[in-house]
């Protein structure tokens, strides 16, 4: 993918913020996809950065939290 942002550490570290905050699930997952669309971050990158299963993430996008 030409256009690809490596994901960097702060990038993760707000994902995990965001995770970590006592917030409604469905706002943190909706938070966590807005700051990876701004950033061009791809499910497969988030995985990698943070630990994250790919199957999670997928199954967040699908709404199934």
């Known amino acids: ?3 690809k942002v490596v ?6 570290g707000v994902i995990w913020q ?4 006592r917030r409604n699930t ?5 938070r966590i996809f807005y700051v990876m669309e ?3 971050i791809t ?3 988030l995985s990698r950065r943070t630990g994250i299963a790919t ?3 997928s199954d ?6």
């Open 60 to 65: 967040w996008k699908k709404k199934k939290t």
């Open 55 to 57: 199957s999670n993430i």
């Open 26 to 30: 469905k706002i943190s997952i909706e």
């Open 38 to 40: 701004q950033k061009n």
């Open 43 to 45: 499910q497969l990158e």
């Open 1 to 3: 993918v030409k256009n």
């Open 18 to 21: 965001i995770l970590s905050e």
């Open 7 to 12: 994901l960097k550490e702060r990038d993760a």
